[in-house]
């Protein structure tokens, strides 16, 4: 179903042009939108993601964003330091990530949206749909004392290979 818009996403991140990016990111949402039966969010792309560094090493890069009373996702389309095209994956697991904020607020009525252990688990089916790739859960650290928890990359990658089909 959204595998389709995934190639065109690809398509048009590779030749770098913005308005094909911006048609096919909001034919994805208005996808989405359809399906769960909520008002499709606003889109606007960015360029250069913003970032900070410490000790002239990257820190913190923000992806995208969604801002809740507007119904309105941010992504940007460029890498913070050199300013090269986003991989298209990460293009599409950043909008999956945001339209799932929306998700919580409109079709799940939640007050806030908030990154829990099924915030993430969400998002992650709905990337892997829009991949057209069999799902695999995440793998998740126990939590630590305030009761955060992080997702343990190394055995989510091993369970995304036992999953693929042979």
Known sequence: MFTDLFRRIENARDAEERPD??????EFLDRLSEFY???RPTLKLLGGRPHSTREGRLSYELFGDYTLGQAKIRLWTRTPIQ??????RTLL??????FMHHLD????????SYHTT?????AHRLYQCGLGQAYYPLAWYPADSDGSRAIDW????RRKT???PE
């Open 21 to 26: 990016l911006n048609a096919v990111c909001v």
């Open 105 to 112: 607020v409109t079709n799940l009525e939640f007050p806030k």
């Open 154 to 157: 190394v055995l989510t990658n």
């Open 162 to 164: 036992s999953s693929a």
């Open 83 to 88: 300013k090269r095209w986003t991989a298209s």
């Open 118 to 122: 099924g915030f993430f688990e969400r």
């Open 37 to 39: 039966g909520v008002p």
């Open 93 to 98: 697991s950043t909008l999956c990530h945001e």
